[in-house]
């Protein structure tokens, strides 16, 4: 079965950091180009950075440029976001996806999607 494992998520102060995982089962990411995406309630899913085959990172999102970063290791089958500097509004439910040879912000481009993990950001 091919699927996408997001952890990490949780509660966390203001000012705090979080590390998102996205382990992959049932395929290797190797030739996958690898997003993270997140939906706040109301609001629509939002592209935040992808990560390319090469490791070349792409930022979609202007909200989280300078805090958030995107990395994988492919001996571990696994592509992580580091989240710095956590703000309130950047609560929502976070989404790794991959797609077959390339990356974009666009939600369509994408093959596989996890099941998302919460991330609250508050006091």
């Known amino acids: 079965q091919l699927q996408l494992v997001e952890s990490g998520g949780g509660l966390v102060q203001p000012g705090g950091s979080l590390r998102l995982s996205c382990a992959a089962s049932?395929?290797?990411?190797?030739?996958?180009?690898v997003g993270w995406f997140r939906q706040a309630p109301g609001k629509t899913r939002e592209g935040l950075l992808c990560i390319s085959r090469s490791g070349g990172s792409t930022n979609y999102a202007d909200s989280v440029k300078g805090r958030f970063t995107i990395s994988r290791d492919n001996a571990k089958n696994t592509v992580y976001l580091q989240m710095n500097s956590l703000k309130p509004e950047d609560t929502a439910i976070y989404y790794c996806a991959a797609a077959w040879l390339r990356c974009s912000g666009s939600a369509g481009m994408y093959d596989y999607w996890g099941q998302g993990t919460q991330v609250t950001v508050s006091s």
């Open positions: 049932g395929f290797t990411l190797d030739s996958y180009g």
